[in-house]
Structures are given as structure tokens and as C-alpha cells.
């Protein structure tokens, strides 16, 4: 299955598209990415079996949109995220702005 950006709308197999993901925010439970042919930011949520599309709200992330991905699965660690489809498996790390912006 391929994965959409959402302001190019190309679309791209799931070891390019997670490896775009590029900085897990545990707090608000998002990933950034960067789209790698228009250079897009957007944040979504990787979810069990979906990725989910949104916007920060009152410190939350607010998932308006959801796309099916069958087999997605996901392990929230304490500064990364994996993720794992298919056999295959990324790592999103978190980077410390993160750590101090929380206390
Ligand atoms: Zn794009």
C-alpha cells in the first residue's frame, strides 16, 4: 500500500514515508515528517492499524483524519517510537527540546 502526502499528494511505499518521520513528541503522542519530495511538515499519529492526521489543540493533538493502514503497529518507548509493518520496523527519536519544554 502507498502512503499519501497531503499537500502533494505523492505517494510513497512505507519504508520511504517512515523513514521521513523524523521527531517523536511522547506528550502529545505525534511523530513530524517531512515530505521528501515537496518538503511539507506535517504531524500525524501513528495509531494500531491507522495513521492519524490532525492538529495541536490546548496542548493535545486533535486527530481529524484517519487512514487505514492494515498491520500497522506501534511501541511507544521512553525517547523513541517504533513502528513496525510488514516484517519491517523504524525508529522515530525524540529530540530533548521535548524533555525541556515538559518540566
Ligand atoms: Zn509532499
Known amino acids: ?39 511539507n511538515r506535517d504531524e500525524l499519529r501513528v495509531l494500531p492499524g491507522e495513521l492519524g492526521f490532525g492538529y495541536p489543540r490546548q496542548g ?7 487512514l487505514r493502514v492494515p498491520g500497522l503497529r506501534r511501541h511507544r518507548q521512553d525517547l523513541r517510537l517504533d513502528i513496525s509493518l510488514d516484517e519491517k520496523s523504524w525508529h522515530v527519536p525524540t529530540r530533548m527540546r521535548h524533555l525541556a519544554a515538559a518540566r
Open 60 to 66: 493535545r493533538f486533535a486527530v481529524s483524519d484517519r
Open 1 to 39: 500500500m502507498l502512503l499519501p502526502c497531503l499537500a502533494c499528494e505523492s505517494r510513497f511505499r512505507p519504508d520511504e514515508y517512515f523513514r521521513a518521520c523524523h521527531d517523536y513528541h511522547r506528550g502529545m503522542d505525534l511523530v513530524a515528517w517531512t515530505c521528501p519530495r515537496c518538503g
